[in-house]
Nanobody
Framework: QVQLIESGGGLVQAGGSLRLSCAAS????????MGWFRQAPGKEREFVAA????????YYAHSVKDRFAISRDNAKNTLYLQMNSLKSEDTAVYYC??????????????????WGQGTQVTVSS
């Protein structure tokens, strides 16, 4: 079992930046693919970014590519999402997720086994 706790969300103006963090605890001795998802009100949860173990490969949704950057510090068991040039359409609850499946196993939420509680990101225009 892995427990995930997100932090770093908040209110930011359009064009601004935020960095989300996700602290992992529990069975962190295993090699997990990690990801970020988001869910806006009335919409389905959507993939944002993923990173392989130990961090050599990354993949982004088209809507955030070149604006967001996913990274991980395995010594600290922490996942990050640097978000730049934020837009109002980035407003959502952001979730951290982990899975034992390999990095190339897809981006559907049902491919991830463990989830955090989420952190709210609100971008004002």
């Amino acid at each position: 079992q892995v427990q995930l706790i997100e932090s770093g969300g908040g209110l930011v103006q359009a064009g601004g930046s935020l960095r989300l963090s996700c602290a992992a605890s529990g069975r962190t001795d295993r090699s997990y693919t990690m990801g970020w998802f988001r869910q806006a009100p009335g919409k389905e949860r959507e993939f944002v970014a993923a990173i392989s173990w130990p961090g050599s490969s990354t993949y982004y949704a088209h809507s955030v590519k070149d604006r967001f950057a996913i990274s991980r510090d395995n010594a600290k068991n922490t996942l990050y999402l640097q978000m730049n040039s934020l837009k109002s359409e980035d407003t959502a609850v952001y979730y951290c997720a982990a899975r034992r499946l390999s990095f190339d196993s897809g981006t559907s939420p049902d491919k991830f086994d463990y989830w955090g509680q989420g952190t709210q990101v609100t971008v004002s225009s």
